[in-house]
Nanobody, 122 residues
Framework: QVQLVNSGGGLVQAGGSLRLSCAAS????????MAWFRQAPGKEREFVGA????????WYAESVKGRFTISRVGAENTAYLHMNSLRPDDTAVYYC???????????????WGQGTQVTVSS
């Protein structure tokens, strides 16, 4: 079993920046795709971005492209979501996820972090 721990959320003013972390531990036998999703109150969980295994190819939702960046370090079991130029509509609970295939569909990811709140004030 793999555990993912999210951290780094908080309250920030519009235009500010935050960095979220996702650390994987447990029975990790191979590297995996790491992804970020977010869910605002009353809305469905939304794909933010993902980073592949190996070469670390990234893929972003149009709503965050150019503002958010995903990176990973070490044995590829820690991933970061760097968020710049934050806007009030970025307010949500952010989750990291781990899976085998690069996908924007939540059901494709087997392991999930507990989520961390990001609130952007105007």
């Amino acid at each position: 079993q793999v555990q993912l721990v999210n951290s780094g959320g908080g309250l920030v003013q519009a235009g500010g920046s935050l960095r979220l972390s996702c650390a994987a531990s447990g029975r990790i036998y191979s590297s995996a795709v790491m992804a970020w999703f977010r869910q605002a109150p009353g809305k469905e969980r939304e794909f933010v971005g993902a980073i592949s295994r190996g070469v670390g190819r990234t893929w972003y939702a149009e709503s965050v492209k150019g503002r958010f960046t995903i990176s990973r370090v070490g044995a590829e079991n820690t991933a970061y979501l760097h968020m710049n130029s934050l806007r009030p509509d970025d307010t949500a609970v952010y989750y990291c996820a781990r899976g085998t295939d690069l996908s924007s569909t939540p059901a494709k990811y087997r392991d999930w972090g507990q989520g961390t709140q990001v609130t952007v004030s105007s």
